[in-house]
């Protein structure tokens, strides 16, 4: 797919300084929205045009997305969102194992009643058979967990990290159930986290990864078999 039309369809103009890391965070955002999907081609007069950028400026932030491993540069092709394979799971996992766990734990600003609202929602999704609101939503919590740090290096990761992990997600398109079962798994988190168990909410979080990376391999592999 050509992802002309669709970025075409929200004018964001850039700021004059720094324009190049203004567009790659816009272009994450809209990965980790589910605008752009893996395979969707990037057309950089479009892209330009829309982010009221120059192409060369457009070009450094495609190098920013493609150090991130979030684009992928075709010779002779062109720009594509990524496709993630086995190893980018097993490598969003490991980070995500590291920074998440430890801001349940000892996150300065957790707020549980941004949790509260986020499962609603996720709920809502699952109420309603809507797979793309509860990926939505389930992305919003664990950006809220990170956000308790307090820390504005460890939310640009996290950002960077969702937006593969968006990519990922589309590869359980054809496993609608996939994200059913982490609903309450997130309402388990914060019945922990309300109870004061800051640690076995950690813990508890932990082997949630572990088990959402496992299932996650168990489908690529199955796929590509």
Known sequence: MDATSTTAARPAKAPHAHSGVWAADELRR???EGELLPGDKLSEQALAESLGLSRNTLRESFTLLNSELIITRIPNRGVFVASPDADDVREIYAVRRTIEPACLAWGP???LEALERI???ERAGLAAGDVARMASANQDFHK???RSSHSALLQELMGRVLAR???VFHAMSDAPDFHSHYVERNATLLALLR???R???AETLRSYLD???AELLSHIHQRSS
């Open 30 to 32: 809209r990965i980790a």
């Open 119 to 121: 499962i609603a929602q």
């Open 195 to 197: 109870d004061g168990k």
């Open 199 to 201: 640690m076995e909410a």
């Open 211 to 213: 088990t959402a990376e």
């Open 144 to 146: 809220q967990l990170v």
């Open 165 to 167: 992990m968006r990519l």
């Open 109 to 111: 600003e957790l707020d």
